[in-house]
């Protein structure tokens, strides 16, 4: 996927496979983004603002894939990159996928 002035190439949704969406979410990490997206939709949060307890290359490999997955839109503006969870779309294309994760992952943070 290349950048181009500043915008990330993205995936039509209707291109993505639940094998995809679901290898991605396999991760513990890429789960707990996600997660915390689902929190506040409509908000879009820089990269940094995760606190994931891994080095920055591999954060980098984390946001490619939950953006190769069509999870998230990421943007950049400057040296700052921003994620945005593509709530609708992954609910119009995957009914109730988003519910059961953020409910399951929920539970097993307890």
């Known amino acids: 996927m290349s950048r181009v002035s500043n915008e990330f190439a993205h995936p039509d ?3 993505v496979e639940l094998d995809a969406v679901l290898a991605a979410l ?10 915390e997206l689902a929190a506040e939709p409509e ?28 999870l998230v839109h990421q943007r950049a503006a400057g040296n700052t990159s921003y994620l945005l969870l593509r709530r609708t779309e992954i ?11 953020v409910s399951l992952t929920g539970a097993t943070a307890r």
């Open 91 to 101: 609910d119009d294309r995957f009914p109730g996928l988003l519910d059961t994760v």
């Open 13 to 15: 949704l209707g291109d």
């Open 26 to 35: 396999a991760d513990p990490h890429r789960r707990r983004v996600v997660v």
């Open 43 to 70: 908000r879009e949060r820089t990269c940094a603002s995760f606190n994931l307890p891994v080095a920055r290359s591999t954060r980098t490999h984390h946001w490619r894939v939950l953006r190769e997955a069509g």
